[in-house]
Structure formats: structure tokens, C-alpha cells
T-cell receptor
């Protein structure tokens, strides 16, 4: 069974731009969560979607948003990029909300 | 607020030298404690889920245990390929995963 896939794998943007990252969950998984990983803060939860509805949200500003489609694929968007948004963005999927999560390889975002 | 603290931050072992990684936690309503392994530049790889105190799980050279306040990841006779960062994550009543900062393990041949 194919794992979680994320596109693109690498991205370079400049301050003030916006970016959209994509995640395809493991086949049959209906829950998708997003995390930001930085050397200083570690892995931090952004939000979780299940059946196209946001179930949970972390402590990030409103510039970070996401959505989930009917096929469970998910996107996250960051508007008005800041230098501090440079990070590895990880997507994880699970069969149902609250169950064991399996991670994708991540999207490395560099903001210049 | 749910919290996870991992120790040590870094650990260097010789091949074959067994040791343990610690994950201390505070949570209201534990739903699950998770261990992941992360290699540089990659996403975390799932290892174990533990649900209640006293539970133990094993996989090859790894064994995870859980008490009411902490979890241990025991590594028996490690090999260089076990070198990675090991992450502990907690799921409480909110169902959000809260991660520790990880333990970077290096196993020298």
C-alpha cells in the first residue's frame, strides 16, 4: 500500500508570498493532520481534518489554513509568508480521527 | 496542558551497548502514547502505540514500556542502522498529538 505523499518536496519563497502544500493520505485513511517541524520548536500540531471538516486546531496564526477534499486529500495554505515560516511541513494520515498517524516525507519550505 | 519531556537530548552508544530512552509526560485523559523514529530529512516512521500503564510492545531490538508518568524505549544490542532521532508523542483528551523534542541516538560501529 502506498504511503502518505506530499508535494512539492522542496519550495523556496520570498517574504510576503503565499504557498499551498498538498497531501495525499494512505488509501482508505480519512483523517489528515498537519505539523510544522523546526529545530527550535520541534514538531508542532497545526490542524486536523476528518471528512472535510476541521476537527482540531493548534496555536498558529490565521495565516495558516487548510482544507480537505471529498477524496481525503488535503491542502494547507500559508499566506503572507514570514522568515520564521521556514520549516519542514509534515502531513500525517490515520484511518479515523484520533488513531495512529502515519507521516509523509514532508515539504521543506525556505522563506527568503 | 499536556506535556512531553524526552531525555537525554542526545545519546551516543557503541554497537551492542544496550540503553533506554525516557519520555516523561503529564496528561489529562491518556488516549495513547506513540513512539516514532525519524531519519534526517525524512518524515517520522511509526514504531509503537501504548494505551495503558503496564503495556509493553516489542519490535526487533526495540521494546517500549509505559507507566502512569513515563514511557521508556529500550534498545537492546543496537546496530549503527538504529541511529536516528526517536520521538515520543502523547494523545490526550483533545486528541491532538503533542510531541517531545526527541532523543538523537548515534550508534558507533
Amino acid at each position: 500500500k502506498a504511503g502518505v505523499t506530499q508535494t512539492p518536496r522542496y519550495l523556496i519563497k520570498t517574504r510576503g508570498q503565499q504557498v499551498t502544500l498538498s497531501c495525499s493520505p494512505i488509501s482508505g485513511h480519512r483523517s489528515v493532520s498537519w505539523y510544522q517541524q523546526t529545530p527550535g520548536q520541534g514538531l508542532q500540531f497545526l490542524f486536523e481534518y476528518f471528512s472535510e471538516t476541521q476537527r482540531n486546531k493548534g496555536n498558529f496564526p490565521g495565516r495558516f489554513s487548510g482544507r480537505q477534499f471529498s477524496n481525503s486529500r488535503s491542502e494547507m495554505n500559508v499566506s503572507t509568508l514570514e522568515l520564521g515560516d521556514s520549516a519542514l511541513y509534515l502531513c500525517a494520515s490515520s484511518l479515523h480521527a484520533g488513531q495512529t498517524q502515519y507521516f509523509g516525507p514532508g515539504t521543506r519550505l525556505l522563506v527568503l | 496542558e499536556d506535556q512531553v519531556t524526552q531525555s537525554p537530548e542526545a545519546l551516543r552508544l557503541q554497537e551492542g551497548e544496550s540503553s533506554s530512552l525516557n519520555c516523561s509526560y503529564t496528561v489529562s485523559g491518556l488516549r495513547g502514547l506513540f513512539w516514532y523514529r525519524q531519519d534526517p530529512g525524512k518524515g517520522p516512521e511509526f514504531l509503537f502505540t501504548l494505551y495503558s500503564a503496564g503495556e509493553e510492545k516489542e519490535k526487533e531490538r526495540l521494546k517500549a514500556t509505559l507507566t502512569k508518568k513515563e514511557s521508556f524505549l529500550h534498545i537492546t544490542a543496537p546496530k549503527p542502522e538504529d541511529s536516528a532521532t526517536y520521538l515520543c508523542a502523547l494523545q490526550g483528551g483533545s486528541e491532538k498529538l503533542v510531541f517531545g523534542k526527541g532523543t538523537k541516538l548515534t550508534v558507533n560501529p
